[in-house]
């Protein structure tokens, strides 16, 4: 049986699931039931500075992109970190970790870009005994707009800065989290770094409008006959994200850097392909949010049952083992080719893929009078998008012609040699050297 036990930057939690800081883990109530029904860690509900509590707007905070059947794809969210006073969280934190001592506690934390104010406060929260701090440079709405969050998150600078305070404040270990508001996210993953960060987490949420009442004209969710940009989260960003990861993974400067894999995560495997391209554990929010927290019960079997399957003993088997294969494009195996091959027995006869590829595509599948589709293997170029548009799942599936095959589409056989854009006859830079 395969051991989820998990350590990342030297924290220990049973399993490698941990509830990102957002309403799952705004206070003692829901983080005990959370850890009841198996979550790992917790990274609590980002923690500002004493004093008056931030304010909350009274309308609603949520927006939501629905697929056809209504389930929920992305979630935006206009709230602020945490609107409960400093001193009720940190006893609620305090007797959360007495009580789950094996159980990880993060704490994330968000005060204004000014020495005293990180150094005061991070020994303070230590006192609860949290395992660690998770820096909040990511929030992009509201506290943002008083140089917070992501308006900390987007210049490298501050990033190393704030690292560096925190890191001289506590020997606790330091998680910058990271904004994906940015064009190139090596630029503050290595700011990080520099300021000795002991890990990254990643992605917060994105700056997005999901909707517009058009009678009020609007964005929505609408305060008042007006919205903001809100940030935006759920499976829709899954893929945003996990290209980050790759990017901080495989980049040599971070390739050491642990990462916290975060965005869209719902299902065991969502896991696992954060985890092989590189995260050492992932958080997970909006799935919570949308089914409750018993969910981490089917990513705990769901990942035990993969591991046993393929053999892994822990997770630190396969964390990181997909990255090598994340490449640039120049390097692609041009002499690898595919063609499109449609079962007849499963195809419902639809007319979807022949829509798809007589009008967008390579005009490569054939309709016959009575609709039997085929693929036409001299014009098909193997982009894929009929198996994206097909509604039955593997009814499309791409053939992988095996070397010395004829490609009838090129009239030339298949090569068995690795071929790249670098080594291409048409590259420019490959004539220009001849
Ligand atoms: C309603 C809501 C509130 C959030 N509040 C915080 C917060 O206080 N601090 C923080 O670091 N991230 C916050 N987040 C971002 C999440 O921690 C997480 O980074 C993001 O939602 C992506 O993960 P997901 O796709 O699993 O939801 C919040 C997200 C939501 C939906
Ligand atoms: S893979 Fe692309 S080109 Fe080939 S049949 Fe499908 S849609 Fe057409
Ligand atoms: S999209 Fe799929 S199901 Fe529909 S006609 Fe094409 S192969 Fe058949």
Same mark, same amino acid.
């Given at each position: 049986m395969a051991n989820l036990e998990s350590e990342f930057v030297g924290i220990k939690s049973p399993n490698p699931f941990w509830l990102a800081s957002a309403p799952p883990t705004d206070k003692e109530y829901n983080v005990r039931r959370a850890f009841e029904a198996g979550w790992g860690g917790v990274v609590w509900k980002t923690l500002g500075e004493a004093g008056p509590p931030v304010v909350n707007v009274n309308g609603p905070r949520y927006g939501a992109i629905y697929g056809a059947d209504r389930r929920l794809l992305g979630l935006n969210n206009i709230e602020l970190i945490t609107d409960r006073p400093l001193e009720v969280n940190l006893e609620e934190m305090t007797r959360v970790k007495r009580d789950y001592p094996d159980h990880a506690l993060i704490a994330s934390v968000m005060v204004p870009c000014e020495e005293d104010a990180w150094k005061k406060i991070l020994p303070m929260i230590a006192e609860t005994g949290c395992d660690g701090f998770e820096l909040n440079f990511g929030c992009p709405h509201g506290m943002a707009e008083r140089g917070m969050g992501s308006a900390v998150g987007q210049v490298p600078e501050y990033i190393e800065m704030v690292a560096r305070w925190c890191k001289e404040a506590t020997d606790l270990p330091v998680i910058v989290k990271l904004t994906p508001n940015i064009t190139n996210v090596l630029y503050p993953a290595e700011a990080a770094l520099r300021g000795g960060a002991d890990a990254v987490s990643l992605i917060n949420t994105i700056n997005s409008i999901t909707s517009v009442n058009l009678d009020v004209m609007s964005p929505e969710p609408m305060i008042d006959g007006k919205g903001t940009h809100g940030g935006y989260c759920g499976p829709a960003v899954k893929p945003i994200a996990m290209n980050m990861v790759a990017e901080i993974a495989r980049n040599p400067e971070t390739a050491n850097l642990p990462i916290s894999g975060i965005g869209g995560i719902t299902t065991w495997r969502d896991a696992a392909e954060f985890m092989a391209l590189g995260a050492g554990n992932v958080q997970v929010?909006?799935?919570? $949010?949308?089914?409750?927290?018993?969910?981490?019960?089917?990513?705990?079997?769901?990942?035990?049952?993969?591991?046993?399957?393929?053999?892994?003993?822990?997770?630190?088997?396969?964390?990181?083992?997909?990255?090598?294969? %994340?490449?640039?494009?120049?390097?692609?195996?041009?002499?690898?080719?595919?063609?499109?091959?449609?079962?007849?027995?499963?195809?419902?006869?639809?007319?979807?893929?022949?829509?798809?590829?007589?009008?967008?595509?390579?005009?490569?599948?054939?309709?016959?009078?009575?609709?039997?589709?085929?693929?036409?293997?001299?014009?098909? %170029?193997?982009?894929?998008?009929?198996?994206?548009?097909?509604? %039955?799942?593997?009814?499309?599936? $791409?053939?992988?012609?095996?070397?010395?095959?004829?490609?009838?589409?090129?009239?030339?056989?298949?090569?068995?040699?690795?071929?790249?854009?670098?080594?291409?006859?048409n590259n420019p830079s490959v004539q220009a050297a001849e």
């Open positions: 929010c909006t799935a919570a $949010m949308t089914y409750g927290f018993k969910i981490v019960q089917e990513m705990i079997s769901g990942l035990s049952q993969w591991m046993d399957e393929k053999g892994y003993e822990s997770t630190a088997d396969f964390v990181g083992m997909a990255t090598p294969n %994340v490449t640039d494009w120049q390097h692609l195996n041009l002499n690898h080719i595919t063609k499109a091959e449609i079962s007849q027995d499963d195809c419902i006869k639809c007319g979807r893929c022949y829509a798809a590829c007589e009008d967008t595509s390579h005009q490569a599948i054939e309709m016959s009078e009575d609709r039997v589709f085929t693929v036409k293997d001299d014009e098909c %170029v193997a982009c894929n998008l009929c198996v994206n548009v097909c509604p %039955v799942e593997n009814c499309i599936t $791409m053939r992988t012609l095996e070397p010395g095959e004829m490609d009838e589409r090129t009239g030339k056989p298949v090569s068995d040699a690795y071929g790249s854009w670098l080594s291409h006859p």
